[in-house]
T-cell receptor, first 115, second 117 residues
Framework: ETGVTQTPRHLVMGMTNKKSLKCEQHLGHNAMYWYKQSAKKPLELMFVYSLEERVENNSVPSRFSPECPNSSHLFLHLHTLQPEDSALYLC??????????????FGPGTRLTVT | AQKITQTQPGMFVQEKEAVTLDCTYDTSDQSYGLFWYKQPSSGEMIFLIYQGSYDEQNATEGRYSLNFQKARKSANLVISASQLGDSAMYFCAMREVSRSGTYKYIFGTGTRLKVLA
């Protein structure tokens, strides 16, 4: 596997279900991100982990719970979601340091539908 | 106020011609970075090109170049010799340092480019 992978690619869940999204990066990066992409809206940053520590939480509802067990893996645990949470969820990674562009590399996303 | 503005929701370009996608940004930081990403219908965001706020020369990567005008706060993407595979959504993004001291990336709403045969 290369780059950033995400599973599952598609997920349909009811409002009472509990599910998790998984992201894995094979780039040796030290920062990982969760984004939400809804139609006709800018990409919304949800969470940032740098060196496995959560450093950003952009007022995301508590029904979304991130977990970063190590620098290569990132999870997004979902429970009691709402229909407006239906979106494409993108994971990204980057190398944070003193120099360089620090560009982000994205996974293919999980298309989530809440029914 | 929006920090990244992409005023062109959709663009058409003839194959083999050049096209410019507009991006303006707003920041009070002295040090920042500007990026362009491509998102095909498959969904994955692909990094194209980067321009640092202190870089004096415009960035180029193959057929992509970034027209950086710092005083105007614009960072337009130029794609030369368009190909059918260039049809996609294009996002402009800015990297700032957040309050926590880490990097924060802000994206525009995107421009959908369609290359015509």
């Amino acid at each position: 596997e290369t780059g950033v992978t995400q599973t599952p690619r598609h997920l349909v869940m009811g409002m009472t279900n509990k599910k998790s999204l998984k992201c894995e990066q094979h780039l040796g990066h030290n920062a990982m991100y969760w984004y939400k992409q809804s139609a006709k809206k800018p990409l919304e940053l949800m969470f940032v982990y740098s060196l496995e520590e959560r450093v950003e939480n952009n007022s995301v509802p508590s029904r979304f719970s991130p977990e970063c067990p190590n620098s290569s893996h990132l999870f997004l645990h979902l429970h009691t979601l709402q229909p407006e949470d239906s979106a494409l969820y993108l994971c990204a990674s980057s190398q944070v340091g003193r120099t360089g562009a620090h560009e982000q590399y994205f996974g293919p996303g999980t298309r989530l539908t809440v029914t | 106020a929006q920090k990244i503005t992409q005023t062109q929701p959709g663009m058409f370009v003839q194959e083999k011609e050049a096209v410019t996608l507009d991006c303006t940004y707003d920041t009070s930081d002295q040090s920042y970075g500007l990026f362009w990403y491509k998102q095909p219908s498959s969904g994955e965001m692909i990094f194209l090109i980067y321009q640092g706020s202190y870089d004096e020369q415009n960035a180029t990567e193959g057929r992509y170049s970034l027209n950086f005008q710092k005083a105007r706060k614009s960072a337009n993407l130029v794609i030369s010799a368009s190909q059918l595979g260039d049809s996609a959504m294009y996002f402009c993004a800015m990297r700032e340092v957040s309050r926590s001291g880490t990097y924060k990336y802000i994206f525009g709403t995107g421009t959908r480019l369609k290359v015509l045969a």
